[in-house]
């Protein structure tokens, strides 16, 4: 346990080292900007708006972090012959992959929670510059706290999107692994289509298979509920739970995946 | 060195700025001839490529919206009046049904006469029943139905059967079945006109724009009611002299008026060959047709 700690928070000083947290100011003057811009534009929809774009910025910034990170943590220390030094020293593989998706699992953790800090405050910011009258007519509070629920999921997505990343990346080169997970993110938002596929084709095998992944990719639309806490639905606490769990189990799949490919390479 | 590379980005900035501002005294590139373009008019395609930022999307349809309304509105041009603005509404709601706003926004601009708006009933139904399948739970959207064939048709048996709907919808407000037995009655009548537009004036959940076009509306009510006395007035001066009068002076004199009339908007009235009439100055024009559009007691 001590190992992997160590691995993750090495990670964690590498992406502070690589200016990954940048990010967040970026993030920051984005929502900033935005939400004094708008008013000009949206016939007073600004706290909409900025709600949905302050989530799709979480996503959008923490997704690419994910990937681009994410296929980079093993490929890294294999191309800089570092790993040879790291293997050689008491440190099992397992807590090599672990301590490696532990670690940016902390990056993404900690960019996650400046970026709701930030969205917060500008909402509250922005819920000063209406009249009460105003106020009462949105469905929901500007800061609702209903929003952290998308959140959660958003980056339990992330999680999963960062262990398929580096389940790629323990066998094939960043380009490919870039490419695969973003490929296997675009198809996860199609899950339905394939759930859906035996009525617009006649072919029993093909509507079979396209059920088998159905049940076998991850469903990344599971993970979108940015425009239910927006309008205030009801997302009920089981489904946030029970796809926050959905999650953790096919993380730890790909995790397990990686491990037991990693274990099997031959660094010679 | 470092004040050299300094100096040089100051002078380059410069460079880049000065190009810049003579590219804008130019006039900028050279006019395009397609301006109003949608790529993808599909909701259906467009909610496929959005993937889970559906939300974000029609947030964008819905300012290219606002933007392309308030910019045909603006313009001078006789064609190409409001082509885009059905398709960019629908696609806001297609992306986002829960986006409310775009269907009181269609529900209001789409069926407006030209120039004020394309002058299409049909479609603001149509966006308004899309809403009303989307969330069949919204009362609003079955009240503006029969707002629009109130306005825009002058069915007023429509409308109150619409009205009539709403009022049976679980959470509807208790104004709304009187209102349905109001327009069946005197549908049309200016009174009721007033009733409609002072509901919405008054409604927590209608837009900030919304409540401000229903105060508009209710102030072009006052100016017609005001005309009306102003106008008996000049006829009543007519008839006693022999002759029209040429100003608000005349009147004033004859002990008619106590000073220039203005129009609720503080714009005073224009008295033109014995007739009575908003100044062009006035946001209140165009005032909608009288007898036909609220109905002027006949």
Redesign the interface.
């Known amino acids: 346990m001590r190992t992997i700690r160590h691995v993750a928070v090495n990670v964690f000083k590498e992406c502070v080292r690589d200016k990954v947290l940048y990010n967040l100011v970026a993030f920051a003057s984005l929502l900033i900007a935005v939400s004094y811009l708008l008013g000009q534009?949206?016939?007073?929809?600004d706290v909409?708006?900025v709600k949905?774009?302050g989530l799709?910025a979480i996503?959008?910034f923490g997704l690419l972090i994910s990937v681009f990170i994410g296929i980079g943590l093993v490929w890294k220390e294999v191309e800089r012959r570092s790993i040879y030094g790291l293997l050689s020293k008491p440190i099992r593989r397992s807590e090599f992959i672990i301590g490696k998706y532990a670690g940016l699992a902390l990056t993404l953790f900690v960019n996650v929670a400046v970026m709701t800090v930030v969205f917060y405050a500008v909402l509250a910011y922005l819920n000063t510059q209406f009249p009460e009258?105003?106020r009462?007519?949105w469905?929901a509070p500007a800061t609702d706290p209903g929003m952290l629920r998308a959140i959660v999921l958003i980056f339990v997505e992330l999680l999963l999107v960062t262990a398929i990343a580096l389940f790629f990346s323990t066998f094939s080169s960043p380009f490919l692994s870039a490419a695969l997970t973003c490929g296997l993110w675009?198809i996860g938002?199609?899950n339905a289509d394939l759930r859906n596929f035996e009525a617009v084709v006649e072919s029993r095998p093909a509507a079979l298979l396209a059920r088998g992944l159905y049940y076998i990719l991850p469903n990344?639309?599971a993970?979108?509920i940015?425009?239910q806490v927006?309008?205030a639905?009801p997302v009920p606490a089981g489904y946030v739970v029970t796809t926050a769990l959905y999650g953790c189990v096919y993380i730890a799949l790909l995790i397990t995946g990686a491990v037991a490919i990693f274990s099997r390479r031959d660094f010679k | 060195m470092k004040a050299r590379v300094v100096a040089l980005c100051v002078v380059l900035m410069g460079g880049v700025v000065g190009l810049q501002a003579l590219h804008e005294h130019r006039g900028g590139p050279p006019a395009s001839t397609s301006t109003n373009l949608l790529y993808v008019r599909s909701p259906e395609a467009m909610r496929r490529l959005a993937l889970s930022y559906d939300a974000l999307l029609a947030d964008t349809y819905w300012i290219r919206a606002v933007q392309h309304f308030g910019e045909t509105r603006r313009s001078t041009e006789s064609t190409n009046r409001y082509d885009l603005l059905f398709p960019l509404l629908d696609l806001t709601v297609s992306l986002d049904p829960y986006f409310n706003v775009p269907y009181q926004f269609g529900a209001i601009f789409l069926a407006e006469e030209p120039p004020g708006g394309p002058g299409r009933p049909d479609l603001a139904i149509a966006l308004l029943e899309k809403g009303l399948k989307a969330q069949p739970e919204k009362w609003e959207f079955a009240q503006a139905i029969g707002f629009v064939h109130y306005w825009s048709r002058q069915d007023y048996p429509e409308a109150a059967a619409w009205f009539a709907k709403a009022a049976r919808f679980p959470n509807a407000p208790n104004w709304m079945a009187p209102l349905a037995a109001t327009t069946l009655a005197v549908g049309g009548s200016r009174e009721s006109s007033r009733q409609l537009w002072r509901q919405v004036a008054e409604s927590e959940d209608a837009g900030d724009w919304f409540r401000r076009e229903a105060g508009r509306r209710l102030q072009q009510l006052d100016a017609m009611d005001q005309i009306d006395q102003l106008q008996r007035a000049v006829s009543s001066y007519a008839a006693r002299t022999g002759r029209q009068a040429s100003g608000w002076g005349e009147l004033n004199q004859a002990g008619y008026l106590r000073g220039n009339p203005v129009d609720p908007t503080g714009v005073p009235y224009r008295i033109d060959a014995g007739v009575v009439g908003l100044d062009r100055q006035s946001r209140l024009n165009p005032l909608p047709t009288a007898g036909v559009k609220i109905g002027l007691p006949q």
């Not at chain 1, 534009?41 to 929809?45: I, S, V």
């Open positions: 534009l949206t016939a007073g929809q909409k708006i949905d774009l799709a996503a959008i009258v105003v009462t007519a469905p675009v938002h199609f990344f639309a993970f979108d940015k425009n927006v309008h639905l």
